[in-house]
């Protein structure tokens, strides 16, 4: 499905890869907060990635409670506990990433934190996302 939202790209930077430097739409506003990768009953799947692969399904569950998908999503920002272990995953988080939010890429920022609330929690993401008004 094609994005209502624009990619906001300034003249002369390198393309960036995997994520957009900006977004720009009409219409609700979406916030999701941090979702975590735990499933429906609290539990978390072993590993970095399983963890952003349900966290990231998590937010589109969140989104079609208000009629949105990943192309509505404008921001993610991405708390994980451990920036080696991110950094490591890098190969297998792509094909991971769009097998949930397809060739969709956000804005996008990613920080190290101490800890997380949940104990077993590797990575924390929220969403901003931007759903068109319907059409008159």
């Known amino acids: 499905m094609t994005s209502p939202l624009t990619s906001l790209q300034p003249e002369g930077w390198p393309a ?3 994520y ?32 952003v692969r349900q966290a990231l399904s998590n937010i589109l569950a969140v ?3 208000a009629g949105g998908g990943p192309e ?13 272990e991110y950094r490591a995953s890098l190969k297998e988080l ?5 097998d949930v939010m397809g060739r969709h890429f956000p804005a996008m920022a990613l920080v190290q934190v101490v800890a997380l609330v949940e104990r077993e ?8 996302a931007i759903i068109p008004d319907p059409a008159p």
Not at 72 to 84: A, E, F, K, Q, S
Not at 94 to 98: E, L, W
């Open 121 to 128: 929690a590797r990575v924390e993401i929220e969403a901003t």
């Open 72 to 84: 509505h999503v404008g921001r993610l920002t991405w708390y994980v506990v451990d920036i080696d």
């Open 20 to 51: 957009s430097n900006g977004m720009m739409g009409r219409g609700r506003v979406v916030l999701v907060g941090g979702q975590v990768g735990w499933d429906s009953e609290g539990r978390f799947p072993a590993g970095f990635i399983a963890q």
């Open 94 to 98: 792509g094909p991971a990433y769009r």
């Open 16 to 18: 960036p890869r995997g």
């Open 63 to 65: 989104l079609r409670e």
